[in-house]
């Protein structure tokens, strides 16, 4: 008799309290999420470079990233989850992107913590900085600068922005100006460091917002640096065209998997939920894609043999799925199921593999379980083929290209979303 399968690790809440407890969005100001990312422990990528191991020391960073939201007051979220040290930030700002590392003249602001323009997260800790009165607009671009005398040791980061992050030596965070800004990753895939959100707040309460939690097809490997073509990126400009504006926030993280952690790929998607995607202000929906990476690993020669390759079913997938619906339905969050998409012809692929994506596919779109569903795979592989169309992928068969991620984002039914 063969042993039972085992089940999935049961889903944990985030060890540190949630920013929606800790700065609550009701009251006489009600904050949106604008933008955020999914931070990871550091480490050293092998097919791009990262400042995350090395850390920073009597360095600015500049930072651009996209609000989803306007409002008239704005502050950011920093984290410092993923080290046993304290992180001094000496100084901070904030300002209207004014193309490439420089900021919009008569936008920059100085960001306070509790009224001191330095602050010190501990350990394992978060931050959020003092509102700022700047105004902004859904789609507005932000630059955010960051300036560390003390050296910060390894970085709690996201490894894959598909933006440019700029570095200057020395002090530079309130200069509007790009001249000292002259360092920046190549090739620039780019990546994000301790900064994990934006919030806006303005006389209106905005619909609830959506986040978009996956792996790397969730945040864009494949899509345009700097140009903002991921499939949640043009949800969110779908959202606003049909005048039904609400923030939509991107919790994928590349080389990600639904059960078990992966030292480039972040922590399981069971076990980081929580902290991703139900402890994010005022959420009220979240689409989830996730379990090709898990399939690749058990079937692909080169990953199985790593010490975090586990043999995978797709019994295990499914209750890691619905380990997920029920997370969100416990805080009353709408659960968008969205099927795996094709990978015929990537260096992963098997036949058992795909038996396995077939018969998740097929529990996600009949169970009805999720509140809903969305059938990327049929958007990226109208015909059935098994494959990504050779126009939507980016040439590895695997992931999309932008043209792939706008068929993502106008294959989901706006009216599926909920309020």
Not at 65 to 94: D, E, F, M, W
Not at 117 to 131: F, H, L, M, W, Y
Not at 208 to 214: D, Q, R, Y
Not at 265 to 271: H, L, Y
């Amino acid at each position: 008799m063969s042993s039972p399968e085992p089940s999935p690790p049961a889903l944990t809440h985030a060890t540190t309290a949630s920013f929606e407890a800790m700065f609550p969005a009701s009251g006489p100001v009600a904050w949106h999420g604008a933008w955020t990312t999914s931070v990871m422990r550091p480490s050293a990528a092998p097919w791009f470079e990262t400042w995350a191991e090395q850390g920073f020391m009597n360095q600015s960073l500049r930072q651009v990233i996209r609000v989803h939201t306007g409002g008239t007051q704005v502050r950011i979220r920093l984290s410092n989850a993923y080290s046993h040290t304290p992180l001094r930030l000496t100084g901070a700002s904030i300002g209207g992107t004014g193309g490439a590392a420089a900021v919009r003249p008569g936008t920059l602001r100085t960001l306070r913590f509790a009224g001191l323009p330095s602050t010190t997260i501990p350990a394992k800790g978060r931050a959020v900085s003092d509102p700022v009165a700047l105004p902004t607009e859904p789609l507005d671009q932000l630059t955010i600068s960051l300036y560390f005398k003390e050296a910060t040791g390894p970085a709690t980061y996201h490894q894959l922005s598909m933006a440019t992050t700029y570095r200057a030596a020395g002090d530079h965070h309130r200069d509007p100006a790009a001249a000292a800004y002259t360092d920046k990753v190549q090739p620039a895939y780019g990546s994000w460091y301790y900064l994990e959100g934006v919030e806006t707040s303005g006389k209106h309460r905005l619909p609830s917002a959506v986040v978009t939690f996956g792996d790397s097809l969730t945040d864009g490997f494949g899509a345009t640096i700097d140009r903002h073509d991921r499939y949640p990126d043009l949800l969110a400009q779908r959202l606003l065209t049909a005048a039904l504006p609400r923030p939509v926030l991107n919790a994928g993280i590349g080389s990600n998997k639904l059960l078990t952690d992966a030292a480039l790929g972040g922590d399981a998607g069971i076990a980081r939920f929580a902290r991703d995607v139900l402890d994010q202000p005022r959420v009220g929906t979240v689409i989830v894609l996730m379990g090709i990476n898990d399939i690749q690993q058990t079937f692909e020669p080169a990953r199985s043999t790593s010490p975090e390759a586990t043999p995978v079913t797709a019994r295990q997938l499914i209750e890691g799925h619905r380990t997920l619906i029920r997370a969100a339905h416990a805080r009353g969050v709408r659960a968008v199921g969205a099927t795996l998409t094709p990978y015929r012809g990537a260096a992963g692929w098997t036949p058992a593999g795909e038996e396995i994506r077939s018969r998740v596919n097929q529990w996600i779109q009949t169970g009805g379980e999720y509140d809903a569903v969305v059938d990327f795979a049929c958007a990226l592989d109208p015909d059935g083929t098994g494959s990504i169309m050779e126009d939507l992928h980016m040439g590895d068969h695997l992931h999309p290209n932008p043209t792939g991620y706008r068929a993502m984002a106008d294959a989901i039914d706006l009216a599926s979303l909920g309020q």
